[in-house]
């Protein structure tokens, strides 16, 4: 497995850290880049959802799956339903 080197904060120390290869994707408009979110980091979306993905795929936990972050780097970063961006 591919790693990169961090400094723990807590400790000071250099650790590995695991390097898992994400897609992500950029708005149109260039303006946000979306992040797909794995395993416990996506959170199901409350009332459920009734786009397409969704209704096509319906044996899937609809979940806010995407983080949302601004491209320039200043506002807010959110997270989205963009069941069909894939990590
Ligand atoms: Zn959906």
Known sequence: MTTFPLINPA???RVEFPLHSVRVALSNDKTTI???LQGENRRPIANGCQCDYCLANPHLV???DT???PANGVG???TV???QLKP
């Open 76 to 78: 807010f970063t959110y």
């Open 34 to 36: 979306f992040v797909p």
């Open 11 to 13: 400790t000071g120390k």
């Open 67 to 69: 983080l949302a972050v």
């Open 62 to 64: 609809p979940c806010w």
């Open 81 to 83: 339903h963009n069941p």
